[in-house]
């Protein structure tokens, strides 16, 4: 890394757990069956094949289109943009935080094919969408960009990565373009779980078992939900072999002592584990930047606009409508069109900017140490494309700019640590600190979502009890137990309560972990009761799959 400034840019993949398990058997309502019937559909449907999919694979709830959308307008563009880089031989590295529910949803057969379906249906959509817009030029060559999208997607899902997506990610991990991070299995908060190891343990272990299979290696570095640190992490993260982790940049500037190189090189914790601080001058920079009234407008959709017998597929269960990925306007308000070239040279323009801004800073902070002076970004992936449709335009010209410059380059975070000798980095102890609003885990504990935790307390200490007390089982009792270790993981998801503190479908994240921690009681009072219904447990496994090598015994106390 013969070079003056570093670069380190991480993203974190995940989702909720919104996979819906419906029924082959369900009936159809009414009306959808005799719409079909009469074979008058506002989708038009070609094949009994097809017409079975409108059926049964429409999205069975509206945050179960969150992560079509989120294949669609981040992991497939992210895959897309390192094939032109790579193509074009253009250096780019980062690390990717990939959380194993999200790796489970990314290879259930049941929502790969409601995916694929889902595209169908964009595509039926739009060429109804042309057929309106005829005679309307401007709004009638975006919805055919936006038809061609969904096609080239549709292509390359079926095609090129086969289905697999985290096994396309792999192949730029092989290459080293990527790095890796591990992450709790269901992306807990883990701050609120201390006085519980063996839930923190049972997350990691869990996790390690997806990594392992999935990699046939374990990461180097450790995703924080929330980037949520607090000093009783680091013997734990330790302790199961990670070399590094990310907290925000205030947890690392208040850390007792203060890093006298701020947030600009990495400290150590006296267990060893390496702490980077999230460069938050850069990240509100970009943040800043994707408000450019020229970018697309991502809320702005069709299926907001037209009435609902329009939409067919785009109506969830509930009636809620969702996105149907047909945009045309930007973020300037007032009905202004969106222009694509125009907003991919402003997508451009800022990434010069930034790559400016961020020479200047790390420059000054070269003059006062002598080691590279890094800038590390943390975003959410879905930052870049499902939120801001230009961002991964941006990211792929940040990676080319990167290449033409002799001074700045973009690492992974232990390429970077590979540079130095581990006596270089100063031992501190960081402060109890999170991203997001205030910076303290407001987003995680208020009084929208505290009634979580103290239900959640009492059942992991029924888990470990139940892992102390069955040691040795098999059969169906083995089954439940697995399955209790399941909903006890579910429930511990940090996106259930920061949902409901954001006020987005509270409904939804309320069910979530209710549902979660109700199943559990009633496996944990079943085996009580030593009486298990087969028929109730064969139906949740099929509900809730997620791990399916999981082995309750992970909460057993450690001797």
Sequence with gaps: MDVRYALSLVLNAHLPYVREYISPTRKVPPNEAALHAAGQTDHAVKTQESRQGYLNLAPGSLEESWFFEAVSETYLPLL???????????????????????????????????????????????????????GRSEQLALAQGCLDRVMERRAAFANLHEGGIFKALDHYRKRGNIEFLAAPATHAFFPFLCSFPEAVQAQIEVALTFYRYTQGVCPQGFWLPELGWTNELSPLLRSYGFNYTIADSHGVLFGDPPPSRGTFFPVKTPQGLVVFARDFIACSEIAAMKKNPLYRDNNHDAGYELPAERLGPFLANNGARCQTGYKYWNSAGAGSLYDHAGAQAAAEGDAKAFLENSCRRLESASQKMDEIPLSLCAFNADCFGRRWHEGTHFLETLFRLAAESGDIQFAAPSEYL????????????????????????????????????????????????????????????????NQAAREILLAQASDWPVMLYRQECTDFARYKAESAMRNFTTIYEALGSNYISTEWLTGLERRHNIFPNINYRVFRRKR
């Design 80 to 134: 897309d943009m390192f094939s032109r880089l790579e193509k074009d031989k253009v250096p780019f590295r980062l690390g990717l935080s990939f959380s194993p529910l999200l790796g489970q949803m990314l290879d259930d057969e049941l929502l790969l094919k409601k995916y694929v379906a889902f595209l169908d249906h964009q595509i039926d959509f739009g060429r109804e969408e042309l057929e309106r817009l005829a």
């Design 418 to 481: 590979d540079r130095f000798k581990p006596s270089v980095f100063e031992v501190t102890l960081p402060e109890f600190s999170t991203w997001g609003e205030n910076g303290y885990a407001e987003a995680c504990l208020d009084s929208s979502n505290d009634w979580i935790y103290r239900h959640l307390i009492r059942a992991i200490d029924r888990m470990v009890e139940l892992a102390d007390r069955f040691t040795e089982d098999s059969g169906l009792k083995e089954r439940a137990l």
